[in-house]
């Protein structure tokens, strides 16, 4: 399992270039890319990177208005995350159960609720592929 820190900014000014886009991370295994989140600055962006799919934590702006025109791909987020993003035009939409290990492109996403937002809920994900796991 290979990690790519796409985008580490939140809802806060850019101040340098490695921090300039909202945040993101592209999971790989065996050829095939996951992403987790994405913000608003990938609105028209996220295609170059080809993702097989696209995982949500939460539907706050810097987290997943990238998607408000739609993707490419499947987006897979728990329920109170689609509830947020009714108005988004994802055609593909896929549920995460929280707790339930879900196998996307090979890798195993379990979905975690965490304090975050009273608005927009979010989870954490137990990631695991092949012998690698992390948090995030």
Not at 35 to 50: A, N, T, V
Not at 54 to 73: Q, S
Not at 79 to 104: A, G, S, V
Not at 122 to 133: D, F, L, P, Q
Request: hydrophobic content about 40%; aromatic content about 8%; some cysteine.
């Amino acid at each position: 399992m290979k990690l790519t820190f796409l985008g580490t900014r939140g809802e806060i000014e850019a101040r340098t270039r490695r921090h300039r886009m909202h945040s993101s991370l592209l999971v790989s295994y065996r050829g095939c890319n996951v992403m987790i989140d994405c913000g608003l600055d990938w609105l028209g962006k996220f295609e170059r990177l080809r993702p097989a799919a696209i995982v949500l934590t939460h539907a706050h702006p810097d987290h997943a208005w990238g998607l408000k025109n739609g993707a490419p791909c499947p987006v897979h987020a728990p329920q109170k995350t689609w509830r947020t993003l009714q108005r988004c035009k994802i055609d593909n939409r896929q549920l995460i159960q929280e707790r339930d290990p879900t196998k996307i492109c090979g890798i195993t996403f379990e979905a975690f609720p965490v304090e975050h937002s009273i608005l927009a809920p979010a989870v954490a994900y137990r990631i695991s592929a092949g012998r690698a796991c992390i948090f995030y």
